[in-house]
């Protein structure tokens, strides 16, 4: 059973920083490219970036310079660094897989992150 579970959202001020984890089973994690999405109430969840098994890295123009994604493959775990955030970071946010051995893709219940003073 392929689990991922989202941890390391909360309230913080603007200009303030968090890092979200998420921690998989189920999967040979390190074969996998491993995403970051959100979805605020209303708007279409949209990619926030993405790491491939060999460690290349995507971001939404949004947010290059202030996000960084990274993975810990002895741990099963992919992170998300978030700095400098802004009111309009506020959202929940997933950790998404596809497993193509499955052929399907997974979520996680996802993380809320609110940014606000």
């Known amino acids: 059973q392929v689990q991922l579970v989202e941890s390391g959202g909360g309230l913080v001020q603007p200009g303030g920083s968090l890092r979200l984890s998420c921690t998989t089973s189920g999967v040979i994690f390190s074969f996998n490219t491993m995403s970051w999405y959100r979805q605020d109430p209303g708007k279409q969840r949209e990619l926030v970036a993405s790491?491939?098994?060999?460690?290349?890295?995507n971001y939404a123009d949004s947010v290059k310079g202030r996000f960084t994604i990274s993975r810990d493959n002895t741990k099963n775990t992919v992170y998300l660094q978030m700095n400098s955030l802004k009111p309009e970071d506020t959202a929940v946010y997933y950790c998404?897989?596809?497993?193509?051995?499955?052929?399907?893709?997974?979520w996680g219940r996802g993380t809320q992150v609110t940014v606000s003073s």
């Open positions: 790491i491939t098994s060999g460690g290349s890295t």
């Open positions: 998404y897989t596809y497993v193509r051995v499955h052929g399907v893709g997974y």
